[in-house]
C-alpha cells in the first residue's frame, strides 16, 4: 500500500481524468450516439421490413381468399341470371301464348257476328226476293186463274191458309 | 461461475504478485540507496551504475523502468523523444526533458533544482547535487513539485484518445453515408459496440435506464482494451498498470454511479428494507463500507493483472538472455509467447470486466424495487 501511494502521481491522474473526461465528452457527441442512433435505426427497419413482409404475405393470403369468395359469388350470380332469364323467356312466351288465344277467339267472335249479321241479312234479302217471286208467280197464276171464279176463290183460300200457317 | 473463477484468480495473482514486487522493490530501494551515496557525483551516472550491474539485475531495472511512467519517451538504447515537463512548485515550471540527461541529471529551473529518482521514477527537487534522501522504508523524503508532465502515460493516452475518435467518428459518418451500413475500419469494432449494449448493459442495466450509460460503458472498454494492447506493443508502455490511472478510472464509475443513483439505492444502503430494524443501522455501515470498496476493487483487479502481466512477460523474455543457450532460451522464448497470447486475452478481458462491473454498478444504482416486501 504504501508502495503504491508512493508510486501514485497526482499529475497522471489529473491527466487522466482531464484527458478521459474530455475524450467521453468527443465521443459522446461525434461517434457514439450517431453511431447508437444509426444502428437502432437500421435494427428497426429490419424489424419493420420483417413486420412489413409478415404483413404483405397475410394480405396476399386474404386477398386469395377473397378472389375466391367473388368468384363463388360471380358463379352463383350468373347461375341466377340465367335462371331468372329463363323464367322470363318462359313467361314471355306463355303470354304471348294467352295474347294470341285472346285475339285470335275475339276475331272468331267478331267473324261469327258478322257472318251473323249477313245470314241475317241474306234472308231478309232472300224472303223479299221470294216475295217478290211469289208475288209475280201469285200475279202470273193469279192472271191465268182469274178467268174461272170459283178457283180463284179456291186460290185465295188456300193461299191465306199458307200465310196464316207461315 | 466463471465470473467467481475469474476473481479467485484475480486475487490469487495479486497476492503472489504484491509479494514478488515487494521483496524486489526493497532491494531495488537498497540498492538505490547505496550507488547514490558512491556514486552521487560522478557526471555519468547511469551508464556507470550499468556496468557495474550483473545482467540480471539489469534486466530487473529494465522490468522496473519499463512498468514505470517516464518523462520522455524511450524507444529502444539511445533513442528517446524528449517530452514537456510541467512542474508546479511554487510557480510554474517547464522545461524539455531532455534536460535529465544533460550533465548530472539535475535540472535547474527559475533558481530551483530537480532531479528524477530510481526508486519511482518520479521528480524531487533537490539541491545543485541532485541528491535524493529516502527514509528508512527506502521512500524519497525530498520535497515533490506537483508533476503536470506530459510523461509517456500522457502522451499515450493522447495518442489513444486521438485513435478512438478517428476510428469511431470515422465509423459514425460511414452509417449516414452507405445508408445504415458501417463501413471502414471501424466496422470491426461495430460488433463489439453492439455486444456492449446487449450483453453488458441491458442486461445489467435494464432497458429502460442503460442508454445514458452507453457512452461511458463504451469509452471505457475500448479505452482500456486499446491501451492494455498498446502495453503488449514493444513500445513498452504500461497505462493500464499504473495505479494513477486506474484510481482514475474507477472514481468516474463511483462518480457516476453516485451522482446518477435513483431514492431506491439510497433507501437500500441507509436503512435496508424487509430487515428487523435494529439490524439496519449495521447493514447501513457495511453497505456504505460496501459503495467504498466496490470502486477499490476496480482500481487494484486492473492494476494488478495489468502490471503482473508485464511483470510475468518481461521477466520470461528476460530468462531468454539469462540463459543464452539454445534449449533454455528457446524454450523461454516458446513460454514467452504463449504468455503473450494470454496477456491478449487477459486484455479485452479485463476491459471486459471493468466494463461489466461498472455497468452492474450502474444497474444497482438505478434499479427499482416494486416488492420491496419480497426483500
Not at chain 2, 52 to 61: F, H, R, T
Not at chain 2, 223 to 252: C, K, M, Q, R
Request: no cysteine.
Amino acid at each position: 500500500m504504501d508502495k503504491l501511494l508512493n508510486e501514485f502521481s497526482v499529475g497522471l491522474f489529473f491527466w487522466q481524468i482531464l484527458l478521459f473526461v474530455g475524450l467521453l465528452l468527443l465521443l459522446r457527441k461525434f461517434a457514439w450516439k450517431p453511431i447508437l442512433d444509426a444502428v437502432n435505426e437500421r435494427e428497426d427497419n429490419i424489424k419493420n421490413a420483417l413486420e412489413g413482409a409478415e404483413r404483405a404475405k397475410q394480405e396476399m393470403l386474404n386477398l386469395q381468399a377473397d378472389n375466391e369468395k367473388i368468384l363463388k359469388e360471380a358463379r352463383a350470380e350468373r347461375d341466377a341470371l340465367l335462371k331468372d332469364a329463363r323464367e322470363m323467356k318462359d313467361n314471355i312466351i306463355n303470354q304471348a301464348k294467352e295474347e294470341a288465344q285472346i285475339q285470335a277467339n275475339k276475331l272468331m267472335e267478331q267473324t261469327k257476328v258478322a257472318i251473323q249479321n249477313e245470314k241475317a241479312k241474306a234472308i231478309s234479302d232472300m224472303k223479299k226476293q221470294m216475295g217478290e217471286l211469289s208475288v209475280a208467280i201469285a200475279e202470273k197464276v193469279v192472271k191465268k186463274e182469274l178467268s174461272d171464279k170459283e178457283k180463284q176463290l179456291q186460290l185465295v183460300d188456300q193461299l191465306l191458309n199458307e200465310v196464316t200457317l207461315n | 461461475m466463471l465470473k467467481r473463477a475469474l476473481h479467485i484468480l484475480t486475487i490469487i495473482t495479486l497476492f503472489s504478485i504484491s509479494n514478488l514486487v515487494a521483496q524486489e522493490h526493497h532491494e531495488e530501494a537498497k540498492h538505490e540507496t547505496t550507488s547514490h551515496q558512491t556514486e552521487n557525483h560522478s557526471s555519468e551516472h547511469n551508464q556507470h551504475g550499468e556496468e557495474n550491474l550483473s545482467l540480471k539485475d539489469k534486466i530487473k531495472k529494465d522490468i522496473k523502468h519499463h512498468l514505470q511512467d517516464t518523462h520522455g519517451f524511450h524507444i529502444t538504447k539511445g533513442i528517446e523523444f524528449p517530452l514537456p515537463v510541467i512542474l508546479w512548485d511554487e510557480g510554474l515550471h517547464i522545461f524539455s526533458s531532455s534536460k535529465f540527461h544533460e550533465g548530472n541529471g539535475v535540472v535547474e529551473s527559475n533558481g530551483k533544482y530537480y532531479a528524477i529518482s530510481h526508486g519511482n521514477g518520479h521528480i524531487y527537487r533537490t539541491d545543485a547535487s541532485g541528491k535524493i534522501e529516502h527514509n528508512e522504508k527506502g521512500f524519497e523524503t525530498n520535497k515533490k513539485p506537483i508533476d503536470f508532465s506530459i510523461t509517456k502515460n500522457v502522451f499515450m493516452i493522447m495518442i489513444t484518445g486521438l485513435l478512438m475518435f478517428l476510428l469511431f467518428s470515422g465509423l459514425a459518418k460511414s452509417y449516414s453515408k452507405n445508408g445504415g451500413i458501417a463501413k471502414g475500419p471501424g466496422r470491426f469494432l461495430e460488433p463489439i459496440i453492439l455486444y456492449i449494449r446487449d450483453d453488458i448493459a441491458i442486461p445489467n442495466i435494464g432497458e429502460k435506464h442503460y442508454k445514458k450509460y452507453m457512452p461511458y460503458l463504451l469509452t471505457i472498454f475500448f479505452f482500456i482494451w486499446f491501451l492494455n494492447l498498446f502495453g503488449l506493443t514493444p513500445l513498452g508502455v504500461n497505462v493500464t498498470g499504473n495505479i494513477a490511472i486506474t484510481v482514475a478510472l474507477a472514481l468516474l464509475t463511483y462518480l457516476i454511479t453516485t451522482f446518477t443513483a435513483k431514492k431506491d439505492y439510497w433507501k437500500h444502503i441507509f436503512w435496508m428494507p424487509g430487515v428487523p430494524v435494529l439490524l439496519r443501522p449495521f447493514l447501513a455501515l457495511i453497505e456504505l463500507l460496501g459503495t467504498i470498496i466496490k470502486p477499490f476493487a476496480l482500481t487494484i483487479r486492473l492494476y494488478a493483472n495489468m502490471f503482473a502481466g508485464h511483470v510475468v512477460l518481461m521477466s520470461i523474455i528476460g530468462l531468454i538472455f539469462l540463459y543464452k543457450n539454445l534449449v533454455g532460451g528457446g524454450l523461454s522464448f516458446l513460454l514467452a509467447f504463449a504468455l503473450s497470447l494470454l496477456e491478449l486475452l487477459v486484455a479485452a478481458l479485463q476491459a471486459y470486466i471493468f466494463t461489466m462491473l461498472s455497468a452492474l454498478y450502474f444497474g444497482a444504482a438505478v434499479e427499482e424495487h416494486e416488492h420491496e416486501e419480497a426483500h
